[in-house]
């Protein structure tokens, strides 16, 4: 089966931060990897991946060229995740794929949707023109997501295979790429920001009850 349909990735509305990932947050991502359950692995990487291959999977992401995006929650925890991954064959220089991972109580927030669409101006302004999307047949949000942006979907089997044309990179993809990488930074510091403020209060109380107790204690 075969669909063709015409680029438009349009603007989602409301603003969800998605931050580059880089080397640092490695283990945030080993664990939000890890907690995806056996279904979510064997839909993520097309086999029931083990914490092995997991790990080998992490091992071999190329920070430095490919490009991974992360959603994280108020505690700082990465609870959507994808993977830009740049061709590294002389023949297909133009083409990159796309893998991505939302955790299951995050999940039908439109996070899967938004990280494609920010995966895929990035692509674009990195003159990639071809954006392949590997999913199993059976998995229909990420179907959804691929044919939703107008990549075209060939079904064999349970294997689809979805590509998305890109349109050359323009100003507007430019700045969106600019604005969302701001955006998503400032959101992560101020998420920094108010997390240690909690910790230091958590401490302040605790010295408060240690006082307290040690009132108790001696009697005041
Ligand atoms: C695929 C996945 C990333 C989707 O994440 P998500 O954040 O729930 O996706 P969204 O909320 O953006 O939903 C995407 C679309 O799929 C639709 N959808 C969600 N679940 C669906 C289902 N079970 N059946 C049909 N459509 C579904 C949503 O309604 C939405 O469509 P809409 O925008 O028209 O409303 C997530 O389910 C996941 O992590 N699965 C395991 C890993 C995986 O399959 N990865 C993809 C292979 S690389």
Redesign the pocket.
């Known amino acids: 089966m075969s669909e063709r349909h015409d680029w438009h990735l349009g603007p989602t509305s409301g603003v969800v931060p998605m931050r580059s990932l880089h080397r640092e947050d490695r283990e945030a991502i080993r664990r939000h990897l890890l907690s995806?359950a056996p279904?979510?692995?064997y839909?993520?990487?097309?086999y029931m991946a083990s914490d092995e291959q997991i790990q080998h999977y992490l091992d071999t992401i190329d920070f430095d060229r490919d490009e991974v995006f992360g959603i994280f929650n108020r505690h700082l925890e990465l609870i959507?995740m994808?993977h830009l991954a740049f061709s590294t064959h002389p023949d297909a220089a133009a083409c990159a794929e796309?893998?991505?991972?939302?955790?299951?109580h995050?999940?039908?927030?439109?996070?899967?949707?938004?990280?494609?669409d920010r995966a895929a101006i990035r692509a674009r302004n990195e003159g990639v023109s071809l954006l392949f999307?590997?999913?199993?047949s059976e998995?229909?949000?990420?179907?959804?997501?691929a044919r939703?942006a107008g990549a075209q979907v060939e079904r064999e089997g349970n294997e689809s295979e979805a590509h998305l044309r890109l349109p050359p990179a323009d100003l507007d993809s430019r700045v969106s790429d600019l604005v969302q990488d701001q955006v998503a930074e400032t959101d992560y510091r101020l998420k920094q920001q108010a997390r240690t403020f909690w910790r230091f209060l958590e401490v302040l109380q605790e010295v408060r009850q240690g006082v307290r107790s040690g009132r108790g204690q001696t009697g005041h």
């Open positions: 995806l279904q979510d692995r839909l993520r990487f097309g959507a994808a796309f893998g991505v991972s939302v955790t299951a995050a999940r039908g927030r439109g996070y899967g949707g938004r990280l494609f999307i590997h999913a199993l998995n229909a949000a990420m179907i959804r997501i939703k």
